[in-house]
């Protein structure tokens, strides 16, 4: 479903340069929840945002379904991200907007027509347990809470992928299972493939069946959770 050959990227500053991913392969099959964990400035942010190309790779290719990410043009680009939600640490929602209006966002900028808005942002919001704050302002929100909108923005052009960037970081750690728990659901009920990135082994073991460990930009580890924590 996912395929990553051979991805480099490097970080060229006037005072340094980072080889911030070191020819990283990967292969993700649908349906799965895989786990890319690993410390600080391991690379695991440069990763994840190479698969949507919010970071442009130097080389390698990302094969996402029937996409060759890598090789689209920005057009093409535009739509194959349509088929790929993200969320994010802080949520990334726009405060001025409502509830409603920040889910319905992706659907509004496609041009989607209003009468389908309404019934399938409303779907998604009762999937994420929030039907009742379509009117609220994200600052009237707890931190799960935004999270919540943030997943029901990702899922309501019905990606085939969900990417989550340290998507619990912020969040304290009943709020944290919850939102996996959620996460979970989602993938069991849609069978939507979903590829996290977390610096905490809690996460990991909780929602992912495949993980790959991260350092310095190279994989050092890979495979299932059970079987690596069974022999560790
Ligand atoms: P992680 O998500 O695991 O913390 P990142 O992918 O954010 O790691 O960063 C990997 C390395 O690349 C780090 O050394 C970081 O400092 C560097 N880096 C990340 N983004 C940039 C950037 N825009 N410019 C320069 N260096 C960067
Ligand atoms: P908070 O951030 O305030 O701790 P949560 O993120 O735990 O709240 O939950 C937000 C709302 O979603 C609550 O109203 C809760 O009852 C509801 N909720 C919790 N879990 C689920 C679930 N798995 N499916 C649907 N709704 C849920």
């Given at each position: 479903m996912i395929v990553v050959n051979n991805i480099n990227k490097t970080y060229r500053t006037p005072t340094q340069t980072v080889k911030a991913l070191d020819d990283i392969n990967l292969r993700v099959e649908k349906g799965d929840i895989f786990g890319i964990i690993g410390f600080s400035g391991a690379g695991k942010s440069t990763l994840i945002r190479c698969l949507n190309r919010l970071e442009e790779p130097d080389s390698g290719t990302i094969v996402i379904g029937d996409s060759v990410i890598t090789d689209l043009g920005k057009n093409e680009l535009r739509n194959?991200?349509?088929?790929?939600?993200?969320?994010?640490?802080?949520?990334?929602?726009?405060?001025?907007?409502?509830?409603?209006?920040?889910?319905?966002?992706?659907?509004?900028?496609?041009?989607?027509?209003?009468?389908?808005i309404r019934p399938r942002v409303e779907e998604?919001?009762?999937?994420?347990?929030?039907?009742?704050?379509?009117?609220?302002?994200?600052?009237?929100?707890?931190?799960?809470?935004?999270?919540?909108?943030?997943?029901?923005?990702?899922?309501?052009?019905?990606?085939?992928v969900l990417l989550s960037d340290e998507a619990t970081s912020a969040l304290d750690p009943h709020t944290t299972y919850s939102i996996l728990e959620l996460l979970a659901d989602i993938n069991r009920q849609l069978?939507?493939?979903?590829?996290?990135?977390?610096?905490?082994?809690?996460?990991l073991q909780h929602i992912c069946r495949h993980m790959a460990v991260l350092e310095n930009g190279r994989i050092v580890e890979s495979g299932s959770v059970d079987k690596l924590f069974l022999h560790p």
């Open positions: 194959a991200r349509r088929k790929i939600g993200m969320i994010f640490q802080h949520f990334n929602l726009l405060d001025a907007k409502t509830v409603f209006q920040n889910v319905a966002f992706p659907l509004a900028v496609a041009g989607c027509a209003k009468k389908d998604m919001l009762a999937l994420v347990g929030l039907a009742d704050k379509a009117n609220a302002y994200p600052s009237q929100l707890s931190g799960g809470q935004k999270q919540r909108v943030g997943i029901a923005r990702a899922l309501v052009g019905e990606p085939d069978g939507l493939t979903i590829v996290l990135i977390t610096h905490e082994l809690d996460v």
